[in-house]
């Protein structure tokens, strides 16, 4: 069981967060009155009370609301929790979307200390049940449940797309597919060919918000900005090409165009990434293929479903 010992606010984004003794949750928005709360997946941070007490043992005098957190909490190490988990308080509940977050410009915290740990032990949530809370409340840890739905992101690779001088369909396209299948989707991004930018949303996308698969599409063939399978394969831990063997495989029974295909799939840490084709049509038909196998192979993956041997 934990607790909540600080809410902090700031009604303008870029100004410190202040402590007020009782806060509205907003479903789907945050808490009321916060300049961070949106329709998006960081609508409240916490932040351990614990690892505050640990940064002011090393000489920093720090109110809470410092770092940008909304709610501290004891009880629990939060970065060591999964995306999924809930937090009860009360009739409310927030759900856990991301761990840690990237610092776009050094705070002052960082300038004074040369440290902050905001962007390695805060983590997010969004409200999926509203309610009222104060300081002291109860928090109750709710874990993840194994059958949830298998969550997913969508990362379009087009220079053209990415200058908004050609509609993407392909992405659309998997969205539509998957969300049929169940997947729940979590993010669609629209990203210039080329490594960096790529490589950037694979590790976040991988390692803060932990989605279970990530399909790109574009980006695989021999044009000289085609690097999608290059910063795939800089990312991952493990390849799983068996996954793109049995796409490219299937795809060469319908054109013998598939051979020019560099695609890859791979995985970092509990993330499996899928490079797909570039064209609407090309997608359909290895989704089609694809779809009714990947759920036992991304359960072993995420620990909830087991092996099986024949």
Not at 38 to 47: A, D, E, I, M, Y
Not at 151 to 163: E, M, Q, R, W, Y
Not at 193 to 215: C, H, M, P, S, Y
Not at 283 to 292: D, H, S, T
Request: aromatic share 6%.
């Amino acid at each position: 069981m934990g607790k909540i010992l600080g809410i902090c606010i700031s009604e303008k984004r870029g100004t410190e967060k202040h402590e007020i003794p009782e806060a509205n949750l907003v479903k789907d928005w945050g808490i009321e009155g916060d300049a961070h709360g949106g329709k998006w997946h960081r609508q409240v941070s916490l932040l351990s009370f614990e690892k505050i007490e640990d940064f002011r043992a090393k000489g920093a005098e720090v109110d809470f609301g410092a770092f940008g957190e909304n709610l501290i909490v004891e009880g629990y190490d939060l970065r060591a929790l999964p995306v999924g988990t809930r937090f009860q308080i009360g009739d409310a509940v927030l759900e856990l979307t991301q761990i840690g977050k990237e610092c776009h410009s050094h705070c002052q915290i960082y300038k004074r200390m040369g440290d902050c740990i905001m962007p390695r032990e805060g983590v997010f949530t969004e409200v999926v049940k509203p309610g009222h809370i104060k300081i002291g409340d109860e928090i109750t840890m709710i874990p993840p449940k194994k059958d949830r739905p298998f969550t997913a992101a969508v990362i379009t690779l087009s220079d053209k797309g990415a200058a908004g001088e050609r509609e993407d369909k392909s992405g659309p396209k998997i969205v539509e597919m998957i969300k049929e299948a169940g997947y729940d989707v979590k993010e669609t991004l629209l990203l210039p060919d080329g490594r960096t930018a790529l490589e950037k949303q694979l590790i976040q996308l991988a390692d803060q918000r932990q989605i279970n698969v990530i399909f790109t599409t574009g980006g695989t063939g021999f044009a000289e900005r085609d690097m999608t399978p290059e910063a795939t394969i800089a990312v991952c831990d493990r390849m799983a090409n068996g996954i793109a063997d049995a796409i490219r495989n299937y795809s060469m029974t319908i054109t013998p165009r598939a051979m020019f295909s560099r695609a890859v799939s791979g995985i970092r840490k509990r993330t499996l990434i899928i490079n797909l084709p570039g064209s609407p049509k090309a997608v359909q038909e290895a989704l089609e293929f694809l779809l009714p196998h990947l759920d036992h192979g991304i359960g072993i993956l995420r620990g909830s479903e087991g092996e099986c041997a024949r």
